[in-house]
């Protein structure tokens, strides 16, 4: 595997891991604030970095039936939402390839 | 004997400037005295407005040995100017009629030499100077020499007056003038030559004032035999000058291309390893959390650091080989003694993970590099003297003279700071992942590693890296090397070989890819690891040994296999 550092971000505003602080996303590649997680507020983003996805899983969720995998931080392994591979119902497909971030785990890092 | 004008040629396809070309003629041993005796002879004889005395000769004759009979004349002339027979020189010219230097020059160039500063001003605008130069940039040179003599002397009025009524309308750079404004406040000569880096009128500092002038006047003449017979041996890998009287090559038989020992003790991936100074020990790094020192006389491991609580990412032996620092994801540094294996201080000031270290020469200072933004000067107590911060930085390096600190950053740019003031020198933007970086042994050059990166999805997949060669004065690219695989990881290089002959480089594709550092060409790709080389190292007393860092856990040493008399006997006990 080698090593590799994690990717750091530029933005003003950016979304680290709770637990390790390191780098997940900008504020600005926020798409849609209207979600809900496992731990309350949930936001969808267009790119997150410094995540390993997991094995895609077919889930119920309250807007249909989605293949989703969960995303876990690369340095702590904790998990900290999950990306859409594919929306069966066509209005949502909008989300596929994006990803969910639980505002619960995230802190606000430089 | 074959000469080749190929110094020229191979400079030319480089893309260097006249610049860099000046620099050659510096490596060929020749000195500044010798290049700017080059001269040029008019190749247009029905010219009458050359300022030059001699003419060509009147009937063209055949080349000797496929070379320019004039070119060949002025090296042979040169050569016993050099040798001190200037008689036979003299003679040699005049039979010839190629003649190295015009009577103005000479006279321009005993002015400079002199520091006659008016004489030599009024023979600069009799000579012929390259159209691409303006003559303002070569009399802000002379006038520049001329400041520094007369402060050197303390003659500050003057000097003032030289800056006032010389320097400044001649429209040069506010920032040369405002440096050069900054000198007046030095307290003597000494304090002046150490800020200026200049050695006085009495040290060289003339000679190089030539050197830079005459590069602007005259087609030079590189006297680079020797070099071009490098640039033609693939293999070579010794610090001797060649014999002129032969083609030179060295064997490819003699060249390490062979694993003469895999020491197998690290149980994860190993990524940095590096010889001691006196070639006797090496020291390994590991995402296992360890570093271990091994012997290489019997290739067993000496010390086993066990202390980093994650992966260590780099690690340096200090100038006298006493002490070994290492770096590691825990964001922890350590200095370790290395004949009892204690670790001696733990540098703990850095809040993310440390990436790399470098020792000042004088072994009393030490630089860590984070990707928290921090640079942090140490002393040997574990006292932190300085920080520079504002970069995440991957990889630094103190050049050995000790005046400069370069490292590489998160943003793709490389950053060039003086060590001896700590300011900032220069940065430049590569433009690339960068993921190594590498100083020669004569401090003027950096080896950069170059990563495409990832790339977007919908982009065609390039994982073709490259290494550059920079001047690190100039921040000009001498060279580039390509052909190792790389996007992800942190692969390092280094130079190699007897007099720094070769530039190596790990590669994700598991080779160990070897160019030619004169010529560029690509000389070996050698496979043996499983996995990933992450990084290479030359043993600095062994020319015809190296290491190599991978995936696999492996280290594998190399060296040349020559079954009837093995270099090292012991080397294939553990094989």
Redesign the interface.
């Known amino acids: 595997m080698g090593l590799a550092y994690n990717v750091y971000l530029n933005s003003s505003r950016i979304y680290g891991c709770k637990g390790c602080k390191t780098h997940l996303s900008n504020h600005e590649d926020i798409i849609s604030r209207n979600f809900r997680g496992q731990h309350g507020k949930a936001f969808l983003f267009n790119t997150v970095v410094n995540i390993k996805e997991a094995e895609p899983v077919e889930r119920n969720m309250t807007t249909g039936r989605h293949v989703v995998r969960d995303i876990s931080c690369k340095q702590c392994k904790e998990i900290v939402g999950w990306k859409y591979d594919k929306a069966y119902e066509q209005p949502e497909k909008y989300k596929e390839g994006k990803f969910i971030l639980e505002a619960e785990l995230l802190v606000n890092v430089r | 004997m074959r000469i080749e004008n190929s110094g020229v040629s191979s400079q030319g396809s480089a893309g260097n400037g006249t610049s860099s070309s000046v620099k050659s003629v510096e490596t060929n041993g020749n000195g500044v005295a010798s290049s700017v005796r080059n001269g040029s002879a008019k190749p247009d004889t029905g010219s009458n407005s050359s300022s030059f005395t001699m003419l060509a000769p009147p009937t063209p004759k055949p080349s000797y040995f496929g070379h320019d009979r004039e070119e060949i004349t002025r090296i042979a002339i040169q050569s016993l100017v050099d040798l001190g027979y200037h008689r036979a020189a003299a003679v040699l010219e005049e039979e010839s009629e190629y003649t190295l230097e015009s009577p103005e020059v000479s006279e321009f160039r005993t002015a400079v030499l002199k520091g006659q500063w008016s004489k030599a001003e009024e023979l600069l605008f009799g000579l012929e100077i390259n159209k691409d130069y303006d003559v303002n940039t070569l009399l802000f040179y002379m006038r520049q020499q001329k400041f520094l003599e007369l402060l050197e002397a303390r003659e500050v009025s003057k000097a003032l007056q030289v800056l006032r009524t010389e320097l400044t309308p001649l429209n040069q750079s506010v920032e040369k003038l405002h440096s050069l404004s900054s000198l007046m406040m030095c307290l003597d000569a000494e304090d002046l030559k150490s800020w200026a880096g200049w050695d006085g009128a009495a040290g060289l500092s003339r000679q190089h004032l030539l050197s830079e002038l005459s590069s602007k006047w005259t087609p030079k003449i590189p006297l680079n035999v020797k070099q071009a017979q490098i640039s033609k041996c693939l293999y070579h890998n010794t610090a001797n000058s060649p014999s002129l009287y032969s083609d030179h090559k060295c064997d490819r038989n003699q060249f390490p291309l062979a694993t003469v020992q895999v020491l197998k003790d690290h149980s994860d991936?190993v990524?940095f390893v590096q010889f001691s100074n006196d070639g006797t020990r090496l020291a390994t790094s590991s995402?296992d959390n360890t570093v271990i020192i091994w012997d290489l006389e019997g290739f067993e491991p000496i010390h086993i650091f066990k202390e980093h609580l994650n992966?260590v990412?780099c690690v340096k032996w200090s100038p006298d080989d006493t002490r070994l620092l290492s770096c590691s994801t825990d964001t922890k540094a350590k200095l370790w003694d290395t004949r009892t294996g204690e670790c001696i201080r733990t540098l703990a000031a850095h809040t993310d993970?440390v990436?790399s270290c470098a020792w000042a020469p004088d072994g009393l200072t030490f630089v860590t590099g984070s990707?928290d933004r921090e640079m942090i000067l140490w002393d040997l107590d574990g006292r932190d003297i300085h920080r520079w911060a504002g970069s995440?930085i991957?990889d630094l390096v103190i050049t050995p003279d000790g005046q400069r600190l370069a490292a590489i950053c998160?943003q793709q740019k490389l950053h060039v700071y003086n060590f001896v003031t700590r300011e900032k020198e220069y940065e430049l933007s590569l433009d690339c992942e960068l993921t190594c970086i590498s100083v020669s042994k004569d401090s003027r050059h950096l080896l950069i590693n170059m990563s495409p990166g990832e790339q977007e999805a919908h982009l065609p997949d390039i994982e073709t890296g490259e290494v550059v060669l920079l001047d690190i004065e100039t921040a000009e690219v001498i060279r580039r090397f390509s052909g190792q695989k790389q996007r992800?990881?942190?692969?390092r290089n280094c130079f190699g070989g007897a007099d720094e002959n070769f530039v190596v480089s790990g590669s994700?594709d598991s080779n160990v890819y070897i160019w030619h550092k004169e010529n560029g060409t690509l000389v070996e790709t050698l496979p043996g690891h499983a996995g990933?080389v992450?990084c290479v190292a030359w043993n600095p007393a062994n020319p015809h040994m190296f290491a190599s860092a991978g995936?696999d856990h492996d280290v594998r040493m190399w060296a040349y296999d020559f079954p009837n008399d093995p270099p090292l006997p012991n080397m294939l006990r553990r094989r």
């Open positions: 991936e990524w995402k992966h990412t993970w990436s990707v995440r991957y998160t992800k990881y942190m692969i994700e990933m992450n995936d």
